[in-house]
């Protein structure tokens, strides 16, 4: 058996569950520590410290309405929770939470507040949307929350072995994706899905996400990655509830990661992060860039 | 690999809104002020490429002034740093340059002051950057180490004599030579933390002209 400390891909990570029996946070936790060179305790300590300052971005982020620097985007949240206040979504409540958390965060990191880059900067409202959403409404323990997010940081972590978690290598896929994944594990963690539902949840949003260009318009982490975020959340919920249902990935997930490591490459250049096509070079984008450039 | 952590990969907590061109860009102040350690009269900061085209919508100019004056990645100071009593006391200025044969995020900065110093580097992704350059020595200071950086007259012998006064473990060693061949630079990446003894013992070897002993990054 593979001691827990070389685990590189889902299959061995499903196999070590099985081995030691235990869960994924659990065998993660004590490979960090290991790793590190510090103990479990001090490792949740640290995803402590991510999990409040996640909590504090959407605070903030909240009660602002501030435009970013380039005046593109800022207002949103605002208009989202006014929007919520006079007309009740369809989804109800917790979904009213997960979107507004979302573009909350979002929208902090894009006037310069502080977030938690999880994996990236650009994708880092989509985990802590998710997590604290529902773990407010369902009265989830800071431990489980903990949990969760050791969870979701280990699939981001052996993604990451194969596809590096960067727009400019392998397109929005390897950020708002993953991020979208890893709050599917997150998710189907926090409600009690065992190893395989985690799996299978991840494999479920990263399919569905494959191919997602970068394509920032005036090279800004701004448009279309701000809105993205909220709709990637709620991406996560649909496949933790078919997870939880026992619905599965046909395509094992290490095979949907190399699926997703050949797509990366495949997508051209023009498409991961350079702003040389797509929504970069609309018409509107091109005078969004003279505006500018007026700075 | 460092990626390999689950910490990594839910981290850092930073300023917004690029972990390459805002908190790289503090990253690669914050080096460039460890490697100076000492009070210039003017810094010019040389934002190129990516880096001069999408720098002010992503705050790295203010990224590279914040981590200079010594703000942390985190530190939502960042976003006024202009308006800081700190900066308004500091003579600093900024240039957009295109050079294609720069990384698309590259960075020169430019201190006048005792010594005049020009340490250019890299935001390489997801935060993580590297200074490649002082004074046109090729040098390799990524912050993730204590790092102990030497410009000296290249003479036989100068690297047992060097790596004999460090007590602790050497994680990499990079040489290189100016064009004439007569001085040359060190950089050690070393496991530990050195001393001021140790490093002004090894100061005070014959033919070495600077010694610069750089902290690893917190953040
Ligand atoms: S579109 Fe590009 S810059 Fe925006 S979040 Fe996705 S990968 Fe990051």
Known sequence: ?295 | MRQSSIIDIISPIMVGPSSSHTAGAVRLGLLARNLYNGMPSKVTFRLYNSYAKTGKGHGTDKGLLAGFLGLSVDDVRIRNIFDLEISKNFDYSFEYLEDFNRHPNAVDIVIDGVPNLTISGDSIGAGEVVINSIDNFSVKVNGKYNTLLLVYRDIPGMISKVTSKIPVNIASLNCDRNAKGEDASMCIALDGELSQDIIKAIHDLPSIYIVRYIKKLES
């Not at chain 1, 982020?61 to 005046?71: H, I, T």
């Not at chain 1, 369809?90 to 573009?103: M, N, P």
Request: hydrophobic letters at 45%.
């Open chain 1, 1 to 295: 058996m593979e001691k827990s400390v070389n685990i590189s891909t889902f299959e061995e990570l499903a196999k070590a569950c099985e081995h030691y029996e235990k869960t994924i946070y659990e065998l993660s936790q004590e490979r960090e520590a290991e790793l590190s060179e510090i103990s479990v305790p001090e490792v949740r300590i640290l995803v402590k410290k991510s999990l409040d300052a996640m909590r504090e971005a959407i605070q903030c982020g909240m009660n602002s309405d501030k435009l970013s620097v380039s005046g593109m985007c800022g207002a949103d949240c605002k208009r989202l929770q006014d929007g919520f206040a006079n007309r009740h979504a369809l989804f109800g409540k917790l979904y009213e939470k997960i979107v507004t958390y979302a573009l909350a965060t979002s929208e902090e990191n894009l006037r310069m507040g502080k977030i938690v880059a999880c994996p990236t900067a650009g994708s880092c409202a989509i985990v802590p949307s998710v997590l604290i959403a529902v773990s407010d409404s369902l009265g989830i323990s800071e431990k489980e929350q903990i949990d969760a997010l050791v969870t979701a940081g280990e699939i981001g972590r052996i993604v990451s072995n194969k596809v590096q978690l960067a727009g400019a290598v392998a397109g929005c896929q390897a950020e708002c994706g993953v991020a979208s994944a890893m709050s599917a594990a997150a998710l189907t963690q926090m409600r009690g899905g065992n190893v395989s539902q985690i799996l299978n949840a991840v494999a479920l949003a990263l399919k569905n996400l494959l191919g997602l260009t970068c394509d920032p318009v005036c090279g800004l982490v701004e448009i279309p990655c701000v809105k993205r975020n909220p709709f990637l959340a709620i991406h996560a919920v649909t496949a933790s509830e078919m997870a939880l249902a026992g619905i599965e990935s046909k395509i094992p997930l290490d095979e949907v990661i190399d699926a997703m490591e050949q797509t990366g490459k495949l997508m051209s250049p023009m498409l991961k992060e350079s702003s040389e096509a797509g929504l970069a070079v609309t018409n509107t984008a091109k005078s969004l860039w003279k505006k500018l450039e007026t700075l």
